[in-house]
């Protein structure tokens, strides 16, 4: 069955410091996203990405972040200036059309120190 | 609004049904989601129904939506130990197709 490929599995990274998260979504999707889940909360809604650009966004993506698909596989979620806050497990997702449920990635657990 | 509330723990006996339940607030959903997260693994998607309709089938598992009281269900027949995971209601509103998630429910599974 296709898959969500997220590299890495987990990520550590200085406070201040910029991390690039990697995702590889199934190779017919045109629809991706990244959402973010704090460790005992939710999951949280981040970005919406098609036809290489930004469809949606929720307040929490802010100009520390950017999305990126810089070829025809990978997908990118890029984090300026860490922040305590920011460490969370990362799942990306895709999906063939909108509507009809999405396929996670199995996430990047992101702790910054 | 956006909130979907789950209750965040069940316990069932192996082989008994479990009934896991979700609420939300916003009459404008489209789609209804139940996705399962297994320690330390990512979402996986169970099963969706569409917000016209009122149940969904799906080999042990049956989806029940109430859209008078904005009401989603999921049981789960002959519950066995693998069915133990955290497991996630989510929807979708009006013509976004991001996911709004519940709190989850974590559901034990005891011999």
């Known amino acids: 069955e296709p898959e969500v490929t997220q590299t890495p599995s987990h990520q550590v990274t200085q406070m201040g410091q910029e991390v690039i998260l990697r995702c590889v979504p199934i190779s017919n999707h045109l629809y991706f996203y990244w959402y973010r889940q704090i460790l005992g909360q939710k999951v949280e809604f981040l970005v919406s990405?098609?036809?290489?650009?930004?469809?949606?966004k929720s307040e929490i993506f802010d100009d520390q972040f950017s999305v990126e698909r810089p070829d025809g596989s990978n997908f990118t979620l890029k984090i300026r200036s860490t922040k305590l806050e920011d460490s969370a497990m990362y799942f990306c997702?895709?999906?063939?059309?909108?509507?009809?449920?999405?396929?996670f990635g199995s996430g990047t657990r992101l702790t910054i120190v | 609004g956006e909130d979907v509330e789950q209750s965040l723990f069940l316990s069932v006996r192996e082989g008994d049904s479990s009934v896991i339940n979700c609420t939300y607030t916003?009459?404008?959903?489209?789609?209804l989601y139940w996705y399962k997260q297994e320690p330390g693994a990512g979402l996986q998607l169970l099963t969706y129904?569409?917000?016209?309709?009122d149940m969904k089938q799906d080999q042990r598992l049956t989806v029940l939506l109430n859209k008078k009281d904005k009401h989603l269900s999921l049981r789960i027949a002959d519950t066995q130990t693998g069915d133990s995971a955290i497991y996630f209601c989510?929807?979708?509103?009006?013509?976004?197709?991001?996911?709004?998630f519940g709190t989850g429910t974590r559901l034990q599974v005891f011999p």
């Open positions: 989510a929807e979708t509103q009006g013509n976004t197709d991001k996911l709004i």
């Open positions: 997702a895709s999906s063939v059309r909108t509507g009809n449920g999405y396929t």
């Open positions: 916003d009459s404008s959903s489209t789609y």
């Open positions: 990405f098609y036809n290489n650009e930004i469809s949606e």
């Open positions: 129904i569409f917000s016209n309709m």
